[in-house]
């Protein structure tokens, strides 16, 4: 299983673009990857700019998967152009 908590620090005035356009690729990855058993994105409860998706993938090939998909490709590059700060993007394994 491979999984990977990104922090997210977005501009004041992008919040809701941002928002939105999360929304979207979370909908989409749920809806045509199988693969992907969790992805989720939260925003800090007193940090509104700040935001954690936290994505786990039953393997490498469905996390291969998700970044070579039509629609990560279509959203991530408006995603980041929201980002106030480069994004801390963190890999994990599970243990249990």
């Known amino acids: 299983m491979k999984t990977f908590v ?3 620090y977005v501009k004041p005035e992008k919040a809701a673009e941002f ?3 999360q929304t979207e690729l979370s909908e989409l ?3 045509h990857e199988p693969g992907t ?5 939260i925003r800090h409860a007193e940090k509104p700019n700040t935001y954690i998706v936290y ?3 039953k393997d490498e090939a469905a996390f291969e ?3 070579a998909s039509s629609f ?3 959203l991530v590059p408006p995603i980041m152009e929201c980002l106030s700060d480069e994004m801390d993007l963190q890999f994990y394994e599970a243990i249990a």
């Open 19 to 21: 928002e939105r356009l």
């Open 29 to 31: 990855t749920h809806k």
């Open 6 to 8: 990104a922090t997210l």
């Open 72 to 74: 990560h490709d279509d």
């Open 55 to 57: 994505s786990r993938f």
């Open 37 to 41: 058993l969790v992805y989720d994105v």
């Open 65 to 67: 998967a998700h970044q």
